[in-house]
């Protein structure tokens, strides 16, 4: 129908009188238009199948058998593309016009141009028609593409759980192997090893643990890029309650003083804001210094459907100038040595809150501690703000 670019410059012309249709022709035709003429129904129909731009006809050719053939071929339109009808009529009287809608179908593409009118007016009302449905016919190309890319996406993102899927036990089976054997090796025969051989085996079984942390931290990653659990209404005072719960023994350790301020109730994936507040809450945790941890978890409210969350620490911060550098995989502003981890707990966190359609950033300063704050859509229902 549409596809082909010539049909969008073929005007169908239906009038019983020939003086409408030929004046009617004869303008077109000098504005660039392709013109068919038809005097009955039966012999518009078909040309529609054919192709058109539009179709201009005439008060006295709705007869009710053409009105009724007319609904008929324009319901079988596709969805993405109304085709419009131009009626030329006399001067209407009161709820004419209206009729004349009713009669061809309410929803449908239909303008209504008193007799007489001039020249211009017509040649400009069926651009004006034309060129919406040409809107139409690009939106439907575009919702094609969508639709092509998020196919993609989902063969993407079955790819990534595969690959879950196979980190989750192919590739630490061995290593937890290693790691077995490297102790029964240290138990049986450490004697027999003498110094430097143990020392090679605890190198060998802390490579072969960090490899299995390393390979953790991918798949959380992996994970994070997908579709986690069930969405629905998230209390994240609860959220943040229960991973206090799970941090229990580093934050005694630490000797940790934690404040939990409001924070509200949104739409979320619960397992993918545990894991949020828990890699933010350990990274404060590990960051402290030498000072006693002070970490605060709030909400500034949430206008306009976003609520923004804060978890500040007074940690031994950094450079503002790393701030989007820290959220990279593997990006690290500290040795081995120093901090434990992987350098990639931060950018599981974004990848969680922009899952979610929303957005992470960190301020702060050297020996300042760091703020993060977060940006999330509340969701359907109602915003609650958790207090206590």
Not at 257 to 268: F, K, Q, S, T, Y
Request: charged content about 25%; proline content about 4%.
């Amino acid at each position: 129908m549409f596809d082909n670019i010539k049909s969008s410059e073929r005007v169908l012309i239906m009038a019983p009188l020939g003086r409408d249709a030929a004046l009617a022709c004869d303008i077109l035709s000098s504005n660039g238009f392709s013109c068919h003429v038809s005097t009955d129904i039966k012999d518009l129909v078909p040309e529609v199948h054919r192709g058109a731009g539009a179709i201009l006809i005439t008060e006295e050719a709705l007869t009710p058998e053409a009105v009724d053939a007319l609904n008929g071929v324009l319901d079988q339109q596709p969805d993405w593309s109304d085709l419009p009808v131009l009626v030329l009529c006399g001067k209407p009287e009161r709820n004419k016009k209206q009729n004349i809608i009713n009669a061809l179908g309410p929803g449908k593409h239909i303008s209504i141009l008193e007799r007489p009118t001039s020249a211009s007016s017509l040649v400009a009302v069926l651009h004006s028609a034309i060129k919406s449905r040409q809107r139409q016919y690009q939106v439907r190309t575009l919702l094609g593409k969508l639709r092509s890319t998020a196919a993609r996406l989902e063969e993407s993102n079955k790819a990534l759980q595969d690959f879950a899927h196979i980190a989750s036990h192919d590739l630490q089976e061995p290593l937890r192997k290693i790691e077995t054997f490297g102790n029964m090796l240290t138990a049986r025969y450490g004697p027999v090893l003498g110094e430097q051989g143990r020392d090679y085996a605890s190198r060998m079984q802390n490579a072969a643990s960090r490899m299995r942390v390393l390979i953790k931290d991918l798949l959380d990653y992996a994970r994070a890029s997908t579709k986690g659990g069930t969405e629905g209404r998230v209390n994240l005072k609860k959220v943040v309650h229960d991973v206090l719960s799970d941090l229990e023994v580093r934050i005694a350790q630490t000797n940790a003083r934690i404040e939990i301020g409001d924070l509200p109730e949104i739409n979320a994936d619960g397992v993918q804001m545990s894991q949020l507040f828990q890699n933010l809450i350990s990274n404060a945790l590990k960051f402290h210094g030498d000072t006693q941890p002070n970490i605060a978890i709030f909400s500034q409210g949430c206008p306009n459907g976003s609520c923004e969350i804060r978890v500040r620490d007074n940690g031994i911060g950094f450079n503002q100038e790393y701030s989007e550098q820290i959220f990279t995989p593997f990006q690290r502003l500290h040795g081995k040595s120093q901090y434990e981890g992987t350098g990639i707990g931060l950018a599981i966190c974004r990848k969680i809150v922009e899952r979610h359609g929303g957005t992470i950033r960190a301020e702060s300063s050297p020996g300042n501690g760091a703020t993060f704050i977060i940006n999330l859509p509340v969701g359907e229902g109602e915003e609650l703000l958790q207090h206590g």
